[in-house]
T-cell receptor
């Protein structure tokens, strides 16, 4: 079974530039999560989708971050404009379904963003 | 109330030792408690998880102990090996996969 795919693996941008990350979840997984992991900290949920609908985006800085999952499969996370404090690893995860017996979330390898 | 506290921040044990990592939560709506293992450059991977209807769960060398009244849970790694050296995160969520929050992590080093 293929895992969660993310690209790019690394990205370096200057502050005030924009950047986009892509995620392809495990086939059949209805729930998709984007997490931000700052160095030395635990992952922090940014947004959670159930199919193509948003379940929770309460911690997404909506003035600069946006995410979409138009067809209920792939997802993109965008930052515009980026700030220095956005430097982190952005993790995508997917799980079978909210309310399923197993709520295990499978993570991708992440995209390491450095804002200079 | 959404926070999950985790200690210690880092831990060093000798091979064969039994490292113990502790977590505490406040939100009584949480009823799913997984532990994730993360190696450098990789995403977290589920190690073991427990629901509050049991007080202990074992999978191989990994054991979760759960104390519902104290709102605490812990991970024990039996006969630890150098390959167990990684960062361990506890997490908590509700039964419907929502409000899923991670602890700050524990960096474990197992010396040969």
């Amino acid at each position: 079974e293929a895992g969660v795919a993310q690209s790019p693996r690394y990205k370096i941008i200057e502050k005030r530039q924009s950047v986009a990350f892509w995620c392809n979840p495990i086939s059949g997984h209805a729930t998709l999560y984007w997490y931000q992991q700052i160095l030395g900290q635990g992952p922090k949920l940014l947004i959670q989708f159930q199919n193509n609908g948003v379940v929770d985006d309460s911690q997404l800085p909506k003035d600069r971050f946006s995410a979409e999952r138009l067809k209920g499969v792939d997802s993109t996370l965008k930052i515009q404009p980026a700030k220095l404090e956005d430097s982190a690893v952005y993790l995508c995860a997917s799980s079978l379904d909210i309310g399923a017996v197993s709520t295990e979330a499978f993570f991708g390898q992440g995209t390491r963003l450095t804002v200079v | 109330q959404q926070q999950v506290k985790q200690s210690p921040q880092s831990l060093i044990v000798q091979k064969g030792g039994i490292p113990i990592i502790n977590c505490a939560y406040e939100n009584t709506a949480f009823d799913y408690f997984p532990w994730y293992q993360q190696f450098p450059g990789k995403g977290p991977a589920l190690l073991i998880a427990i629901r509050p209807d049991v007080s202990e769960k074992k999978e191989g060398r990994f054991t979760i102990s759960f104390n519902k009244s104290a709102k605490q849970f812990s991970l024990h790694i039996m006969d630890s090996q150098p390959g167990d050296s990684a960062t361990y995160f506890c997490a908590a969520g509700d039964n419907y996969g929502q409000n899923f929050v991670f602890g700050p992590g524990t960096r474990l080093s197992v010396l040969p």
